[in-house]
């Protein structure tokens, strides 16, 4: 079992900057791909980012490409991701979750184990 906790959303001007983290407890956290995702009302829940277990490789969502980071600290049992440039159309619940299921890293239905999401909110 994992235990995934987001922070670091907030109410940012767009253009803004912020750092989201994704704290593990649990199993080995350093041994999974993780992934980052985001949701508004209604919506599905979108892939935006995800790393690999060492943090060699890293996959984006063309939305967020080149204004945004994923990045981990397998010491520290978290992942981040750090948005630059953010726009209206980046509100919305970010979410971190863990792979466990072979169906590619930008399918939701192949995490499990996710956090309760934390609210980026960008204003214009």
């Known amino acids: 079992q994992v235990q995934l906790v987001e922070s670091g959303g907030g109410l940012v001007q767009a253009g803004g900057s912020l750092r989201l983290s994704c704290a593990a407890s649990?199993?080995?956290?350093?041994?999974?791909?993780m992934g980052w995702f985001r949701q508004t009302p209604g919506k599905e829940r979108e892939f935006v980012a995800a790393?690999?277990?060492?943090?060699?490789?890293?996959y984006y969502a063309d939305s967020v490409k080149g204004r945004s980071t994923i990045s981990r600290d397998n010491a520290k049992n978290t992942v981040y991701l750090q948005m630059n440039s953010l726009k209206p159309e980046d509100t919305a619940i970010y979410y971190c979750a863990v792979l466990i299921r072979n169906l590619g890293w930008t399918n939701p239905v192949a995490y499990d184990y996710w956090g309760q999401g934390t609210q980026v909110t960008v204003s214009s």
């Open positions: 649990g199993r080995t956290f350093s041994m999974y791909t």
């Open positions: 790393i690999s277990w060492s943090g060699a490789s890293t």
